[in-house]
């Protein structure tokens, strides 16, 4: 199963349909990664979410090896779209044990980067599943 390819088409649908991006981003989160919509959240995030997607088809460089990049991936995107990127960058390091220069800690770093890139206009909704795709898809043949 290609996760990724998973992941990307649900941020198409969900981009459609969403009032903003920080609902964008806790409604992805909910339905890729496991983390809840309510304020339940956060018991959530701090167990690393719930596979949704499971599977793979992400870049090397992201790729952990297990069938949960996915969750991990959408996952911080709902975090900081609560928290903010810096406080969830810490949330990433401390809690969740992510090191810096492992799969999870650039899949974490990448997710960051779409949220600063939403928010400053750089990444719309409706070209977030092209961004996901070019960045930690592993490209289709």
Request: contains cysteine.
């Amino acid at each position: 199963m290609n996760a990724c390819a998973d992941l990307v088409s649900t941020a198409e649908r969900l981009a459609r349909t969403s009032a903003s991006s920080r609902r964008f981003f806790v409604d992805l989160g909910a339905e890729a990664g496991g983390v809840r919509r309510g304020p339940l959240w956060f018991w959530d995030a701090a167990r690393g979410g719930r596979n949704r997607i499971r599977g793979r088809g992400f870049r090397p460089h992201v790729d952990d090896g297990t069938d949960g990049q996915a969750r991990h991936f959408a996952g911080i995107l709902a975090v900081a779209a609560r928290i903010g990127v810096r406080a969830t960058r810490w949330f990433a390091i401390h809690v969740l044990g992510d090191a810096e220069d492992s799969a999870d800690g650039r899949l974490t770093d990448h997710a960051l980067d779409l949220v600063r890139l939403a928010r400053s206009g750089a990444v719309t909704r409706a070209t977030v599943g092209d961004w996901i795709r070019r960045t930690i898809c592993e490209p289709v043949h």
